[in-house]
């Protein structure tokens, strides 16, 4: 059982994409430095959220819990907020990523062993 739907991001999810973006990067991210992760967050929050198209996960109050962005046939980005992980949205995530193509593509940092194991 799901406790999340998926749907196009809304200029007004910024924030809380942010917000998981951060916490999912804390919780599977250690191998990145204090100073390194700080230049991330800048880029990240000023730059790439306000200027790509995305597919958020909502629970049923319209909250952001994860999100996605699909490049042509690769997943440019999946991030998921660390209370809704090992629940099935990576899956659905994917599972929405992969309809209607032939072969998806993902590339990971092989630092971020959680997402290798995904």
Do not use: K
């Amino acid at each position: 059982m799901t406790d999340w739907r998926l749907r196009a991001s809304r200029p007004d999810d910024i924030e809380a994409m942010y917000e998981v973006w951060h916490a999912a990067v804390l919780a599977t991210h250690d191998f990145l430095s204090a100073s390194d992760f700080a230049d991330i967050c800048l880029q990240v929050r000023r730059d790439y959220l306000r200027n790509r198209d995305f597919i958020v996960a909502v629970d049923d109050g319209d909250r952001v819990v994860g999100f996605m962005r699909v490049d042509g046939t690769e997943i440019d980005s999946l991030y998921i907020a660390p209370a809704f992980h090992r629940q099935g949205l990576g899956r659905g995530f994917v599972d929405e990523a992969a309809s209607g193509i032939e072969t998806l593509e993902v590339e990971v940092n092989a630092q971020n062993t959680h997402a290798v194991a995904f």
